[in-house]
């Protein structure tokens, strides 16, 4: 069964940084596709950002190009968001998703599996 955990959420002021991990476990996650979601109170959850695990492609949300980088560490089987330059408007629920079709995941930004989710909250 595929198990994903969130972690490095917090408390962050504006133009800061903050690293988020995922480890994720159950599977064998070379042929997946992970992402990032996030859902801010009272607003649907919303892409952030895709990677293939496999080649290390990478896809994200205009609203975060440039300040956010996806990344995974085979060896201990994690993805990484590393968030720079957080804004107010960063703030929300951050959810980690894999999934094993990753060319039907990725572009339909739908994924099967997910985490519980880690908090960002960006102060101004």
């Known amino acids: 069964q595929v198990q994903l955990v969130e972690s490095g959420g917090g408390l962050v002021q504006a133009g800061g940084s903050l690293r988020l991990s995922c480890a994720a476990s159950g599977r064998t996650f070379s042929n997946y596709a992970m992402g990032w979601f996030r859902q801010a109170p009272g607003k649907e959850r919303e892409f952030v950002a895709a990677i293939r695990w496999r080649g290390g492609v990478t896809y994200y949300a205009d609203s975060v190009k440039g300040r956010f980088t996806i990344s995974t560490y085979n060896a201990k089987n994690t993805v990484y968001l590393q968030m720079n330059s957080l804004k107010p408007e960063d703030t929300a629920l951050y959810y980690c998703?894999?999934?094993?079709?990753?060319?039907?995941?990725?572009?339909?930004?739908?994924?099967?599996?997910w985490g519980q989710g880690t908090q960002v909250t960006v102060s101004s």
């Open positions: 998703a894999a999934d094993p079709d990753s060319d039907y995941a990725l572009r339909a930004k739908t994924f099967a599996y």
